[in-house]
């Protein structure tokens, strides 16, 4: 997840610019799930094949979960008020524990129709034309998925990140079906029907479980990548009248988030210069990371006040 932009752009800007995308990105997945519904559930109708109807299924789970993106993206973006003074982006990791729990539900119901399947086998009718609907599938989920992609690079939304992986499932599921469906047409072999469900319903729950471990992370308030807070560390640390930093916390918050610090400054400046030092600090960190909030504290280099401990303290 790429949490930076150019120093050039200016933080409203890509707020406006993010805002934007994740907007689109949501109108996209919805319109491209409903379209996928009403030409799957033709050819579920027209084929019998338990392979197409996993898709079916799949297809319903995205168009409810591109739903529940709508309104939680659209809710994240709304700018802090009183009563949520942090902002709303967590909102985003809420959708993606509800994605997560409609991808288990779908799931679990396609490993009871597989195995009913392989019970009490039965032959797959018009495969042709379940395997057009998987080829149109594929090509209208890839031009989703790519802009998704697209999206993600700028903003890092954990709420499209979770919409553009199960969606990428979806092509290597309807890749799976097109094999299933010419290997019955070709060899008449039933019961690949039902085991290529089995699959594909292993992986929709391999997906949800990713979903859910994105989403918690935001919600527990879980820290930055190493990367990104060594980046910040760097850049507090190159002003040359800094002499140290510590306690340096981050999380994130939908699209943007929150750092924290302790800027060591020399103990004999004047207030106004300290407080001249960590604004600059403080400019730079927002020019690298231009949806996040930043909080600066001075202290006297070399002081030490006794805090709660909170994991941090050693964290320079």
């Known amino acids: 997840m790429d949490l930076g932009a150019p120093v050039s752009v200016s933080a409203p ?49 995205d168009a409810a979960a591109s739903i529940i993106n709508l309104w939680a993206v659209s809710h994240a973006l709304q700018p802090a008020d009183r009563e949520h003074r942090f902002g709303h982006g967590k909102a985003e990791a809420l959708a993606g524990l509800g994605q997560a729990a409609f991808i288990v539900g779908s799931g679990m119901l396609l490993l009871v129709e597989a195995v009913n399947r392989l019970a009490n086998p039965a032959p797959v009718t018009r495969g042709d034309i379940g395997i057009a609907v998987m080829v149109f599938s594929i090509v209208a989920t ?14 890092g939304s954990v709420a499209i990140t979770a919409d553009s992986l199960h ?28 085991l290529f469900a089995l699959a594909i319903a292993g992986y929709l ?41 510590h306690d340096l916390r981050t999380r994130s918050s939908g699209q943007g988030g929150f750092i924290q610090l302790h800027l060591e400054l020399d103990a004999h400046l ?20 231009p949806a996040f909030e930043v909080i600066i504290h001075q202290d006297p280099a070399g002081f030490r006040e006794e805090q709660p401990k909170f994991g941090s303290r050693n964290d320079r």
């Open 270 to 289: 004047p207030l106004i210069r300290a407080h001249e030092i960590a604004d600059t600090v403080e400019k730079s960190i927002m020019d690298a990371f």
């Open 13 to 61: 800007a890509v707020q406006d610019e993010t805002s934007r995308l994740m907007r689109w990105a949501t109108y996209a997945s919805t319109a491209t799930a409903l379209t996928l519904i009403v030409a799957k559930l033709t050819a579920w109708a027209m084929t019998g094949s338990v392979a197409v109807l996993s898709t079916l299924i799949d297809s319903l789970l």
């Open 142 to 155: 890839l031009l989703l998925v790519r802009f998704q992609k697209y999206v993600v690079k700028r903003t």
């Open 205 to 245: 729950l391999y997906s949800a479980w990713q979903i859910a471990l994105a989403s918690l992370d935001m919600l527990m308030d879980r820290e930055l990548p190493d990367g990104e807070r060594d980046r910040i560390r760097q850049i507090a640390r190159s002003h040359p009248e800094v002499r140290n930093m």
């Open 167 to 194: 969606y990428t499932g979806d092509i290597l599921v309807n890749g799976s079906v097109i094999v299933s469906l010419l290997l019955f047409m070709q060899f008449g072999w039933t019961a690949l029907d039902p």
